[in-house]
């Protein structure tokens, strides 16, 4: 009961005080949703940021530069709670609400102020199709140029925002070691993927076990439909987040930002790294089964 009322008596003295939530949707909710995150950002460094009565079990989350928090649910069916986040002199009171599917556009809020946001990408029309290398083979400088390129809308990217998701997004995530390729002690492999404010970020480690650094020259991301092995599009590469040259003995995280897509179940995406001339190309086929289930499509 008294934590009712003080609900209650907050609730009332923020209206009295004229605050509001400058969110993405105008409403005072903030949703979540199985298998993505809920990305706030605010104008203002975040000082305060309590979930229910601080004791929550049901959320987890993480700011990042002060002004930007990652939000996920981790439990399987999360109750509705409340929200309290001061940044600068601004107090938010909002609600957390869980949907089992919610249109990932809505999964980005902003509390105040404005992102800085850079040139707009232009993803170019679609050429004619380009035929298929057989599974494991090399592919080519030319057929690499000559594949179309997925959609034809004009993307902006904020590349403020973009870039500290994807080095979030690539910190510590161990690789799925069913989907690695090893070629001349370099071994590059699949480690997770995720959609957010209708992108798609995947994430690989690289690891060069040789003696010579190991140079990306060109990464190249292709979506392959199963139902036509000769169809093949490359997927334009928004932003990337990983070092264009890893030392011997070192391993990193290499994050490729693309246009959102959903995926039919036997599909792949393919990642292609080509390095300096006279050296073998790395190429790693991995199955959108492995991704979250909320990038494929329903059959």
Do not use: W
Request: proline share 5%; with cysteine; aromatic share 6%.
């Amino acid at each position: 009961m008294k934590r009712v009322l003080c609900s209650l008596l907050l609730c009332l003295l923020i209206t009295s005080a004229g605050l509001s939530v400058k969110g993405q949707t105008g409403t005072d909710s903030i949703l979540t949703t199985k298998g993505a995150v809920t990305l706030i950002t605010s104008g203002a460094p975040i000082s305060t940021f309590q979930i229910g009565d601080g004791k929550n079990t049901d959320y987890d989350y993480r700011i990042v530069d002060g002004n930007m928090v990652f939000l996920r649910p981790i439990t399987a069916a999360p109750h509705p709670t409340n929200l309290i986040v001061r940044e600068g002199e601004n107090i938010h009171y909002m609600i957390i609400a869980y949907r089992d599917k919610a249109d990932l556009s809505r999964l980005k809020y902003t509390l105040s102020g404005k992102s800085k946001t850079s040139d707009a990408f232009t993803t170019p029309e679609a050429t004619p199709q380009a035929p298929r290398p057989g599974n494991g083979q090399r592919i080519t400088e030319d057929q690499l140029s000559n594949l179309p390129e997925e959609g034809g809308n004009l993307i902006s990217v904020d590349t403020v925002t973009v870039g500290k998701i994807a080095e979030d997004f690539g910190k510590d995530h161990k690789v799925n070691h069913q989907y690695e390729v090893k070629v001349d002690g370099i071994s590059v492999g699949y480690a997770q993927a995720m959609t957010l404010s209708n992108m798609n970020y995947f994430c690989f480690r690289i690891r060069n076990k040789g003696k010579e650094p190991f140079e990306i020259v060109k990464a190249s991301l292709i979506h392959k439909e199963k139902k036509d092995t000769s169809l093949l599009h490359t997927m334009p590469i928004l932003y990337k987040k990983g070092p264009a040259t890893i030392a011997p003995k070192e391993e990193v995280s290499e994050v490729y930002v693309v246009p959102s897509k959903q995926f039919r179940k036997d599909d792949e995406v393919i990642i292609v790294l080509q390095t300096t001339e006279g050296k073998q190309q790395v190429v790693l086929y991995v199955p959108v089964t492995v991704l979250p289930r909320y990038m494929l499509a329903k059959q």
